[in-house]
């Protein structure tokens, strides 16, 4: 069975710190792995994916994750936080046998202070 | 470029009451379809998801239904609302393989009363 796991459901930054968000991942095939951010009352937007290419992508807003498949994680971080990057991240792997459906994760909320 | 319109934004309806909710993509044929909905402080959970017109697949026994009249419209409905369908309602698209990321509308706030 696939299965995502996001180890912390609230973590706290100062402006201009590093940013980890961590994500374990469970699935029978070669996953696909995103990250999606949403800010308060949006929809989902796409920061990054997996897809068995590079295991260091790059997303948007400098952002980006490591595919470590002997350790099935996909974390999520930045080198430096921005008021603006305060919202709620989620964690997705995707089924490879059932047209595209995605597995999310619980989301962590990411706050970032003065 | 392809865009999403998901509306009403905010909808307050009573107990009882019927739901509509629509949504459309554009600038894209054939897309797979969804929705979710998000109660608070929870995660994501996927409520009907459609490969084609008229196929619609369920994921969770529950009092909404799904329909796609058209290839880019699809629609979330109710005969009678319960309080336990208030939430985040949040309808998405993709296109090609299980790879495909998501592409997300703005969502409907919906409080029952």
């Known amino acids: 069975a696939q299965s995502v796991t996001q180890l912390d459901s609230h973590v706290s930054v100062s402006e201009g710190t590093p940013v980890l968000l961590r994500c374990n991942y469970s699935s029978s095939y070669s996953p696909s792995l995103f990250w999606y951010v949403q800010h308060p009352n949006k929809g989902l937007q796409l920061l990054l994916k997996?897809?068995?290419?590079?295991?260091l992508v790059k997303g948007i807003n400098g952002f980006e994750a490591e595919f470590k498949k002997s350790e099935t994680s996909f974390h999520l971080t930045k080198p430096s936080a921005h008021m603006s990057d305060a919202a709620e991240y989620f964690c997705v792997v995707s089924l490879y046998n059932q047209g595209g459906k995605l597995i999310f994760g619980q989301g962590t909320e990411l706050s970032v202070k003065p | 470029s392809q865009t999403i319109h998901q509306w009403p934004a905010t909808l307050v309806q009573p107990v009882g009451s019927p739901l509509s909710l629509e949504c459309t993509v554009e600038?894209?044929?054939?897309?797979?379809l969804y929705w979710y909905r998000q109660a608070a402080g929870r995660g994501l959970q996927l409520l009907f998801y459609s490969v084609g017109i008229g196929q619609i697949s369920s994921e969770v026994p529950q009092n909404l239904s799904a329909s796609r009249p058209q290839d880019r419209q699809f629609i979330l409905s109710s005969k009678k609302l319960l309080l336990s369908d208030s939430g985040f309602y949040l309808c998405a698209w993709s296109v090609g393989t299980y790879n495909s990321p998501l592409h997300f509308g703005n969502g409907t706030r919906l409080t029952v009363t």
């Open positions: 600038g894209t044929s054939n897309p797979n």
């Open positions: 997996y897809t068995s290419a590079a295991t």
